[in-house]
Structure formats: structure tokens, C-alpha cells
């Protein structure tokens, strides 16, 4: 697993710079319950980096993080990264202020927003990621069918998780043929704290979903494909 620390010197600075930006303005808008240094640098800098080995056994190409809200774990993944990556959120608040975080961290060239759902951007950016994550974001089922439109095929989906019941996972692997989507690897791990227990679950595009996707937006939540 990549620690902060195994990052460069450049790549550490960006990335506490973010969390102290996320910080000051959570004193205004709330951007997320986190409100230490202490805080952030466990349950979201150290949190995005575990996934950044499924990151980048992903095929190359865009990348984007669903529900990022504060920027996380899609801006710590960028900047190690180096992937052209897209922040999707449809609050429109928080992609205002993620732009100026992005601009003052001079990370323009790579990382961009996107105000909306993610059934819009798949109508507009079809098949044109390589790779997807989503933290803390909704059901694994309903992340498979909001991501499967966007990927690109052998692309792939990591999900961040931290509970997760078996039988949120035995839907998943029911709805795999219908959203084309494959599970490839579930890995189980602690924090640093020693307390805090994470799962990251990737699945890959494997086929064409025997459904049309994406459905109207807020369907995957409203009336889950099964």
C-alpha cells in the first residue's frame, strides 16, 4: 500500500495544501465533517491512497472520482498519479469552491469539475474513462450501474467502502451481466490508527449491459436494477 510518505517531497506538499485549503473553507461551507489536520490526513489522504494501487493497475487514460464533495480521494489520486482526472459532484456549491482549490494548487492542466449526476456526464462523455472511483458514495450495485456507461471497455470501477454487508455484495455480483460489469478484486485493510477498516472492491467493463444505460437520473438509487 503507497503511504503519504512514499510520495515525493512536491506531491506531499500538494497534498497537505489541499486539506489546509478544505479546511479553511469548511469554516464557511460544508465541505466535510472532517475538521482537523489530524483528522484529514488519516480518514482522507491516508483513505484516497489505498486505493491508488487499483489506480494504477487500471488501463491508462481519464479518470474520474463520482461524489468527490471536499476532492477526495480524486485530488490525492491525481497528483500521484499524474491522470488527467475529472471530479464529478452535483452540487454545484462544492465544484465552485473545488475550482478555486484547484487553481491556487495550479493543478488546471490535469483536474477539472463537472456539476452534475453522473447519468448526465454519461450521456455527454460515453465510454470515454478508463477508470472510476467512488468513496463513501452509495450502493455497489447502484456505483456499477452509474459507472458502466462511463467506462471504457476493461476500464474499471474501485469502490471505497467501509462497512459492507454480504448482502450488498451478492447484489452486486447478481447485477454484474445486466450493467456489463465484472468484480475483479476485493481487498481488506487498516488505517495506520489500527481501528479503521477499509475494503476496496474493483470491478471491470467487461461486456455491453443488457440494459440501456445510463437510466433517468436518480433510477439507479430510486428502483435498483436486479
Do not use: W
Not at 463513501?136 to 456507461?149: N, Q, T
Amino acid at each position: 500500500m503507497t503511504r503519504f510518505e512514499d510520495l515525493s517531497l512536491e506531491q506531499q506538499e500538494l497534498i497537505r495544501k489541499h486539506l489546509d485549503l478544505v479546511i479553511e473553507a469548511n469554516k464557511t461551507t460544508n465541505l466535510t465533517r472532517i475538521d482537523s489536520v489530524d483528522d484529514g490526513m488519516l480518514l482522507h489522504v491516508e483513505d484516497s491512497l489505498v486505493g491508488l494501487e487499483e489506480l494504477q493497475s487500471s488501463p491508462e487514460g481519464l479518470y474520474a472520482d463520482l461524489g468527490t464533495g471536499a476532492g477526495y480521494p480524486g485530488i490525492p489520486l491525481a497528483i500521484a498519479s499524474g491522470r488527467e482526472t475529472v471530479l464529478v459532484d452535483a452540487r454545484q456549491k462544492k465544484m465552485v469552491i473545488l475550482d478555486s482549490i484547484i487553481k491556487e494548487l495550479g493543478l488546471e492542466e490535469n483536474v477539472s469539475t463537472y456539476a452534475g449526476r453522473a447519468e448526465l456526464l454519461a450521456r455527454s462523455r460515453t465510454g470515454e474513462f478508463s477508470v472510476i472511483t467512488a468513496r463513501a458514495l452509495s450502493k455497489l450495485a447502484v456505483l456499477m450501474e452509474l459507472a458502466s456507461p462511463l467506462l471504457e471497455y476493461d476500464g474499471h470501477l474501485v469502490c471505497y467502502k467501509a462497512q459492507l454487508q454480504d448482502e450488498e455484495i451478492d447484489h452486486a455480483l447478481k447485477v454484474q451481466k445486466l450493467t456489463g460489469m465484472k468484480l475483479v478484486s476485493d481487498r481488506k485493510l487498516l488505517l495506520s490508527d489500527g481501528e479503521t477498516h477499509r475494503r476496496i472492491v474493483t470491478f471491470e467493463k467487461a461486456s455491453k449491459p443488457k440494459v440501456k444505460l445510463p437510466r433517468q437520473e436518480g433510477m439507479a438509487q430510486k428502483n435498483p436494477l436486479y
